[in-house]
C-alpha cells in the first residue's frame, strides 16, 4: 500500500460509509450517476451467450445499485447485500430463500405486524409451520426447536414494546440446531447494532427508515454473511426483485449523512423520553436507552446507541381523551413509515400469541424527528393537558 493511501479498514465507520459510493462515481462526481436500465447491450455473440460483462440485464444490477448496495453491506459489515422495493418485500425474500414445505419457523412474539400475517398466510398455504416465542425466552428457546427449523427470526428491539433480545444467546442456539439466523435490524440501523458480530447471519432492513431519512421512498435491504449469500442471491434475482433507481439514489444519499441524523435523534429521544417518565399520566415509558427502563442493560451491553423511536404505556383513560389528546397535535403527525426528519405518534394495541400483554393502559408509539425537543416537549404537554380535561 501507498504511504500517501488511506487504509479504510482504520477510519471510523460514518467515515467509512460517507465515501464507500465515492469508489463508483465517475469523471470526479461526488455521486453516482443514477441509471435507468431495462435493456443492457453486449458488444459480442460471444459476450451475450458467455455474459461475461459485469452488467447484463437491468433487474440484475446497474452502477447505482452496485453503489448503494456496497454501501450498506459496509455499514452492516456484511459479505454483500441486496435492495428491494420495500422493508416487507426484503423480509419476504429472505424468509422464502429459506423455507420451503414442511419447514418450520421460530419468529418472535413482537414481529412487526405485517410479517405475523405474511406467515399466517402465504407461508402457511405453503406448508410452512410458524411458531411465536417469547422474545425474552432464552434458554427456554431450545424447547421450542424442532429437527426441522430452518429459521430463526429476531427483531430487536421488538416492534412497538421494544423488548431487546439477547442476539448472542438465541443465535448461539439457533446454530447448535442447525438453523439460520435473520434479524430486523431497522432500529439500529445497521449503525448501532452491528448483526454480523453478534452472530446474526442476515441482517434485514427497511431503509425507508433512516437510510434515506425522508419518508419518501419505499425500499428494503438484506445483507447476508458469505455463507447464505449464493442462495438468496439465487432467489431474489429469481423472483425479479429490484428497487427502482430513484429510490435506490435516494438511500444513497441518505447514508453520508445517516450518523448524524441518528446522533440527533437519539439525543433528541432522551430528553423527550426522560421528560415523559416524570408525568403523571405516563404509566411506562419503553426506550432501551433510557436508565432503568426494561432492556437497558442489554441494549447496553449490544447497541452502541439509539435511534429516536419509542413507546409509552399511559396509566387508564378513555379512548375518547386519548383521541382530544393526539387529535390536537401541532408538531406530532399520525402515521406509520418512522425514520424521517418529522415527529410521530400513533395509539397501538399489540397482538400477541406466545405471551400476553396484560398492561391496561392506553399505548403509544412516538418517533421523535428532527425538531428541538423543547418544542416537541411543548406540543406533548398541551397533548395532555388536552387528555385530563377529556377524561
Not at 405485517?114 to 398455504?125: E, F, Y
Not at 408509539?365 to 411543548?378: N, Q
Request: charged share 20%.
Amino acid at each position: 500500500m501507498s504511504k500517501n493511501k488511506i487504509d479504510r479498514s482504520k477510519l471510523k465507520p460514518a467515515t467509512r460509509i460517507a465515501t464507500t459510493a465515492r469508489d463508483y462515481a465517475e469523471h470526479g462526481m461526488v455521486n453516482p450517476a443514477v441509471y435507468r436500465a431495462s435493456t443492457i447491450t453486449f458488444p459480442t455473440v460471444e459476450s451475450l451467450h458467455n455474459r461475461s460483462q459485469h452488467y447484463v440485464y437491468g433487474r440484475r444490477g446497474t452502477p447505482t445499485s452496485l453503489a448503494v448496495e456496497s454501501a450498506i453491506a459496509e455499514l452492516e459489515g456484511g459479505f454483500a447485500c441486496k435492495v428491494a422495493p420495500s422493508g416487507l418485500a426484503a423480509i419476504t425474500a429472505a424468509l422464502l430463500a429459506f423455507l420451503k414445505a414442511g419447514d418450520h419457523l421460530l419468529i418472535t412474539d413482537t414481529v412487526y405486524a405485517p410479517v405475523r400475517h405474511l406467515c399466517d398466510s402465504l407461508l402457511k398455504g405453503l406448508g410452512i409451520e410458524t411458531t411465536y416465542y417469547d422474545p425474552l425466552a432464552g434458554e427456554k428457546l431450545r424447547s421450542l426447536i424442532q429437527p426441522n427449523t430452518k429459521v430463526l427470526y429476531l427483531e430487536s428491539p421488538g416492534s412497538q414494546t421494544m423488548e431487546v433480545q439477547d442476539v448472542p444467546q438465541l443465535s448461539r442456539l439457533a446454530h447448535e440446531a442447525g438453523a439460520i439466523v435473520m434479524i430486523d435490524n431497522t432500529w439500529g440501523a445497521g449503525h448501532y447494532f452491528k448483526a454480523f458480530t453478534h452472530g446474526c447471519d442476515i441482517s434485514i432492513q427497511a431503509a425507508t427508515k433512516y437510510i434515506t431519512g425522508h419518508s419518501d421512498c419505499m425500499l428494503g435491504c438484506v445483507t447476508c454473511n458469505e455463507a447464505t449469500w449464493p442462495r438468496f442471491k439465487e432467489v431474489y434475482e429469481t423472483m425479479g426483485l429490484f428497487a427502482g433507481p430513484d429510490d435506490m439514489y435516494l438511500a444513497l444519499r441518505g447514508l453520508r449523512t445517516l450518523d448524524v441524523r441518528l446522533e440527533r435523534h437519539q439525543r433528541s429521544a432522551l430528553a423527550v423520553a426522560e421528560w415523559l417518565r416524570g408525568r403523571p399520566e405516563v404509566e411506562t415509558v419503553l426506550y432501551p436507552a433510557l436508565s432503568n427502563a426494561p432492556g437497558h442493560a442489554l441494549w447496553k451491553r449490544d447497541f452502541t446507541g439509539a435511534c429516536g423511536l419509542f413507546s409509552i404505556i399511559l396509566k387508564p383513560a378513555k379512548a375518547e381523551a386519548v383521541a382530544a389528546m393526539l387529535d390536537g397535535m401541532e408538531l406530532f403527525s399520525m402515521g406509520y413509515s418512522w425514520g424521517g426528519f418529522e415527529s410521530l405518534i400513533v395509539p397501538f394495541k399489540p397482538e400477541r400469541s406466545a405471551t400476553q400483554w396484560t398492561t391496561q393502559g392506553p399505548a403509544l408509539r412516538l418517533h421523535i424527528g428532527l425538531e428541538h425537543p423543547d418544542d416537541l416537549i411543548a406540543d406533548l404537554a398541551s397533548g395532555f393537558a388536552r387528555l385530563s380535561q377529556a377524561s
